[in-house]
């Protein structure tokens, strides 16, 4: 729509005022019989009407406020054109938006359908796989045999020292007395005892490490441990309150292993402090 500005001269005052009053007082016949002007000029009479008082309102307008006056052509049939336009678009695209709703509920609806189908043959299939491992698992041990009496007793002596190695006392300890007790004459028999003595000497339990300790050493061995062993045999004999057997044990140290490593006769000599050996 377009507006028009319209500043008049003083002149046009005059002319507008003393015209306009008597231009829109001319009345016009009531019926066409009584007119004397074509249909055309009738319109084009009422049009000239319109203007005139559309100008006498801007004159009285810009006399009162002394500012140019924005008039706004009356295009009521327009914009009412452009609104119903604008209502049908928005008509359409409510009836697309609801189409395409409709369609997403649906789809969800199939989905969520699906979705529990799917759960329960997963569930099905899970149990149905549950019930082949069970039956396939092989038959618990009986009573009484440890898992180390099944394999090579290379292989349990190597798991073993590896538990130990991880910090898994406990496994180590169960690992080892399960080797002793089932491989009792192998030739690393001496030294599983020898660490079944470590583990129980970590967790206190001294009696039970002098026993194993005193094992792994019967006989003297010539082995790298040994000497280690027969300082831990006097070390679990102090904390039983056995200070002379822990001497004694500690004086064959150097009779039995005069190479021994440095680190290992400095452990004795704190031992012979500890349990306060004669000289």
């Given at each position: 729509?377009?507006?028009?500005?319209?500043?008049?001269?003083?002149?046009?005052?005059?002319?507008?005022?003393?015209?306009?009053?008597?231009?829109?007082?001319?009345?016009?016949?009531?019926?066409?019989?009584?007119?004397?002007?074509?249909?055309?000029?009738?319109?084009?009479?009422e049009r000239m009407e319109k203007v005139v008082r559309e100008l006498r309102a801007i004159v009285f307008q810009l006399r009162d406020t002394?500012?140019?006056?924005?008039?706004?052509?009356?295009?009521?049939?327009?914009?009412?054109?452009?609104?119903?336009?604008?209502?049908?678009?928005?008509?359409?695209?409510?009836?697309?938006?609801?189409?395409?709703?409709?369609?997403?509920?649906?789809?969800?609806?199939?989905?969520?359908?699906?979705?529990a189908l799917l759960k329960t043959q997963v569930q099905g299939l899970s149990e149905k796989l549950a019930a082949m491992e069970q039956a396939?698992?092989?038959?618990?041990?009986?009573?009484?045999?440890?898992?180390?009496?099944?394999?090579?007793?290379?292989?349990?002596?190597?798991?073993?020292?590896?538990?130990?190695?991880?910090?898994?006392?406990?496994?180590?300890?169960?690992?080892?007395?399960?080797?002793?007790?089932?491989?009792?004459?192998?030739?690393?028999?001496?030294?599983?005892?020898?660490?079944?003595?470590?583990?129980?000497?970590?967790?206190?339990?001294?009696?039970?490490?002098?026993?194993?300790?005193?094992?792994?050493?019967?006989?003297?061995?010539?082995?790298?441990?040994?000497?280690?062993?027969?300082?831990?045999?006097?070390?679990?004999?102090?904390?039983?309150?056995?200070?002379?057997?822990?001497c004694r044990t500690l004086a064959e140290l150097p009779k039995r292993y005069p190479k021994a490593p440095a680190n290992i006769t400095s452990?004795?000599?704190?031992?012979?402090?500890?349990?306060?050996?004669?000289?």
């Amino acid at each position: 729509m377009s507006r028009s500005r319209f500043v008049l001269p003083a002149l046009a005052f005059a002319v507008l005022a003393t015209a306009a009053p008597a231009s829109s007082q001319t009345p016009l016949p009531a019926t066409p019989a009584e007119d004397p002007l074509d249909a055309r000029d009738a319109r084009r009479v009422e049009r000239m009407e319109k203007v005139v008082r559309e100008l006498r309102a801007i004159v009285f307008q810009l006399r009162d406020t002394g500012k140019p006056v924005v008039v706004q052509p009356a295009d009521t049939d327009a914009r009412m054109e452009e609104l119903s336009g604008r209502l049908a678009d928005l008509e359409q695209t409510l009836r697309r938006l609801n189409g395409t709703l409709e369609t997403a509920t649906f789809e969800l609806d199939q989905a969520k359908r699906d979705n529990a189908l799917l759960k329960t043959q997963v569930q099905g299939l899970s149990e149905k796989l549950a019930a082949m491992e069970q039956a396939a698992a092989p038959p618990a041990p009986s009573a009484g045999v440890t898992p180390a009496a099944v394999g090579d007793p290379t292989e349990a002596f190597t798991r073993a020292r590896q538990l130990m190695l991880a910090g898994d006392y406990d496994g180590a300890e169960a690992a080892f007395a399960a080797f002793v007790e089932t491989y009792p004459d192998h030739q690393r028999t001496a030294e599983a005892r020898y660490w079944l003595g470590k583990t129980l000497s970590v967790r206190g339990a001294h009696a039970d490490a002098a026993t194993a300790y005193l094992a792994a050493i019967r006989g003297w061995p010539q082995a790298s441990w040994a000497p280690d062993g027969v300082v831990e045999l006097a070390r679990s004999l102090v904390q039983l309150k056995r200070a002379q057997d822990a001497c004694r044990t500690l004086a064959e140290l150097p009779k039995r292993y005069p190479k021994a490593p440095a680190n290992i006769t400095s452990r004795a000599a704190a031992t012979r402090t500890q349990a306060k050996c004669a000289a």
